[in-house]
């Protein structure tokens, strides 16, 4: 691994690649455009390294001694979310790239590749983690404001999320929808947001 410690507060973009010319080309390259880079001479190298709170994306060669890109892009998958993966290589076929995006690849680039591609694919892989930040902490806020409501609060939620109206929602309680408007705005508040719009965009940050 490079002498650097990634750091934690900010997207890292980590260099998996057995080729040390790559390595510090890439790592260069990446560093000249402002990125924090780390890089590691195999994928057991960065699995041995690899903390719970690191993010960013890893750029993975797919030949390598021992685990391959593809199976590192495998061992990642769903275990470390805020890790996104660009796959490179020299030896690219359909067979490979289908795998690599199956596994949620963020690129699949064939080298000799050139400074824009890399660039733009680490840029797509940032945006990846962020939307998955904003993702978690909507969730955390429905989670948190669903410990807040009271049954009846919760109901009226849970139908406003599948976009039934207030008539629908009344029928389906078997309530007036005057009470229902009361416990939508009840819910509002204690989400912390002001109007149906907000709600919408909070819902659907969430995976809930």
Known sequence: MSPAQPSTHRETVFIVDDDASVRDSLSLMLSLQGYATATFASAEDFLGSLQPDWRGCVVADIRMPGMSGLELQESLRGRHPKLAVIIVTAHGDVAAARRAFLSDAIDFIEKPFNADQIIDAVEKARERVLIGD??????????????KLSERERQVMDLMIKGLHNRHIAKELGISPRTVEVHKARVMEKLGV???V???????????
């Open 198 to 208: 907000d709600f919408v965009r909070l819902v659907d940050c969430s995976p809930t």
């Open 134 to 147: 904003a993702s978690d902490t909507a969730t955390d806020a429905i989670k948190a404001a669903r410990q």
């Open 194 to 196: 002001k109007n149906l």
